[in-house]
């Protein structure tokens, strides 16, 4: 049997070992440079973007399948979750305060890079016969890289690297396991049980696709958001006095590492960047490539006007809630106390609040955790969609997938229980999972950073008033190949992907 030892091993020096850590270091900064530094001079105007798709009874224009707040709301009920409760507190048990440093480098460079992808979706994204959208990176990197660039052989590699290893993250569902430690520890109950109950809950959820997903996520993720942000503010203005020492700790030790202390076994800088890196991508998904597939499907006239969205989504995700999730640990002092994962947020809370805090954050958890495991589905499916194209066997297998998904992350449980797993350990896990797509993915942006750059000074200049708009320019892919209308359905195609 595979020892903690090893996967720790597998994950810190193999998967997120340093080349990855440089690659997306680099790329992020190099799509800084390339769209001159967007996400930060154009900032006010991407949150103001964002908050417009709150008003009631808002339009959108363009085709697709829901709109682009419901797309916003369900790529960020996906992203706003199990993450920003039991990973962050994760990555401190692990990598200590230093981590928290390098969860918001990757936040700001975050922000372009899944501005880039989701633009990229939206340009490339292709028509089902029944005139529904769907894209992502299996798709801009097919008609991008294999068709405009004629890259093929790079298309092949990367295509296959990233759906091999988005598709692997079916089998280490970390939502399930998350909500039933939070539920079982609060309430005294069986994780089993638990396990069970959201299991059931959530085939309830995905039973109205991507349409349905799209509406209950419009109604639960804004609520739940301002939800965990009161409580955590709350806490963090009842500790203001212990905030100048955690957020010294945090710097110092984002160089030096954290000395061992209380529970905290310590930790060195490499453990802090690599924990730290590791969780703000699984939580904020810049790079994953999974939250452009959602956006894929919005009713949007312009790729950019929903790329910003993905400005105001890591902004919120990393720079907001999971700042506050580990500044509610750190002055709680609760991040010392050998606790990991959900059942330190929860301490952190109850130390903050009281029991009732506890009560709330748990309930809170399954609010989080069944709108991301809602929104994984839908990623998901828009790969095997990618990957079955128009074959006559799409329909079986994707009511096939709709039945499975939720298994695997219940037989987690059951593994992790029978076991007795601490939450690092599944959370490891949980890494491993990240680090193929990821790679796979911010290489293909970097290949078609000329394209969003293309596509940014348009948008500028229709909607900013900078520079002149290019006649040249084509919005959508399929406006310059209207052939490309037809999903993968020919033999060729099929054998590229």
Not at 152 to 173: R, Y
Not at 197 to 211: D, E, N, P, R
Not at 355 to 362: C, K, T, V
Request: aromatic share 12%.
């Amino acid at each position: 049997m595979m020892t903690q030892a090893t996967v720790e091993y597998i994950v810190w020096e193999v998967l997120w070992g340093t080349p990855l850590i440089i690659t997306i270091l680099a790329i992020g900064l190099y799509l800084t440079y390339r769209t001159g530094f967007f996400q930060f001079r154009f900032l006010k105007h991407a949150m103001g973007e964002a908050f417009k798709q709150f008003r009631p009874n808002k339009m959108n224009q363009g085709s697709g399948v829901i709109s682009s707040f419901q797309a916003m709301s369900l790529a960020l009920g996906a992203t706003v979750g199990v993450g920003n409760i039991g990973g962050v507190a994760a990555a401190i048990a692990i990598g200590g305060p230093g981590a928290i440093f390098w969860m918001w480098i990757v936040g700001l460079l975050g922000m372009i890079i899944k501005l880039s992808e989701i633009t990229l979706a939206v340009h490339y994204r292709s028509k089902n016969l029944d005139g529904s959208t769907y894209g992502g990176p299996n798709y801009y990197m097919k008609k991008g890289i294999g068709k405009q660039l004629g890259l093929k052989k790079v298309f092949k590699s990367l295509s296959a690297l990233f759906a091999f290893g988005f598709l692997v993250s079916f089998f280490i569902n970390i939502q399930i396991y998350t909500v039933a430690e939070a539920i079982s520890s609060t309430f005294n109950t069986s994780m089993m049980g638990m396990a069970i109950v959201f299991t059931i809950i959530l085939y309830i959820m995905i039973s109205g696709g991507l349409k349905g997903l799209g509406k209950i996520a419009g109604t639960l993720v804004p609520f739940m958001v301002v939800f965990y942000l009161l409580g955590g503010l709350f806490i963090i203005v009842k500790f203001a006095n212990q905030i100048p020492s955690c957020i010294g700790l945090i710097f110092s030790s984002a160089l030096t590492g954290t000395a061992a202390i209380g529970g905290f076994g310590g930790a060195a800088f490499a453990h802090a960047i690599k924990t730290g890196m590791a969780r703000s991508v699984f939580s904020n998904e810049a790079g994953w490539g999974s939250a452009p597939m959602v956006h894929a499907s919005a009713k949007v006239d312009h790729p950019v006007k929903q790329g910003v969205l993905g400005i105001f989504e890591v902004m919120v995700d990393t720079l907001f809630i999971c700042s506050i999730t580990a500044l509610v640990i750190m002055v709680t002092g609760e991040w010392s106390s050998g606790l990991s994962g959900a059942a330190l947020t929860l301490s952190a809370f109850e130390t903050g609040i009281g029991n009732s805090g506890r009560i709330i954050l748990a309930l809170g958890t399954f609010l989080f955790g069944i709108t991301t495991a809602s929104g994984i589905y839908a990623q998901m499916e828009v790969v095997l969609r990618y990957l079955l194209g128009e074959s006559k066997r799409k329909d079986f297998c994707l009511s096939v997938y709709k039945w499975l998904y939720p298994l695997p992350g219940l037989g987690l449980v059951i593994v992790a229980v029978y076991f007795a797993f601490p939450g690092t350990t599944v959370w490891l896990f949980s890494d491993m999972s990240t680090a193929l797509p990821i790679f796979a993915n911010v290489v293909a942006l970097a290949i078609l950073s000329p394209k969003v750059v293309e596509l940014l000074n348009d948008y500028k200049a229709r909607y900013l008033g900078f520079g002149k708009i290019d006649p040249k320019t084509k919005l959508f892919y399929e406006d310059s190949t209207p052939d490309d209308l037809e999903l993968l359905s020919d033999p060729e195609e099929l054998a590229m992907s």
